[in-house]
């Protein structure tokens, strides 16, 4: 079973790439227990993204297998996906 996870650009995950401290990607990568509690923090993780391309979100689908992906944006100030499919 895959854990939901969000990959998002971040002010401070930008900066941390540009000047190289630890060597990691410009993405930093949120682990959550559930899907459930990963959408409650989307719009948090949507107001602090600061990619055009949005938040991208995997994780594996109850009775499926595979890795299923989403793509996050606002659009009029809600959460919504706007891409989607497996992996």
Known sequence: ?????????????LHEYRNRR???????YRFYKTYRD???DM???????????GVSVY???RGQWGEWFEVWKLEN???TIV????Q
């Open 1 to 13: 079973m895959i854990t939901p996870q969000a990959h998002l650009m971040t002010a401070h995950s």
């Open 22 to 28: 630890n060597g990691g990607g410009r993405y930093e």
């Open 38 to 40: 990963l959408k409650k």
């Open 43 to 53: 719009k948090n993780l949507l107001n602090e993204c600061i990619d055009d391309d």
């Open 59 to 61: 994780r594996s689908r």
């Open 77 to 79: 100030g809600k959460p």
């Open 83 to 86: 891409k989607q499919g497996w």
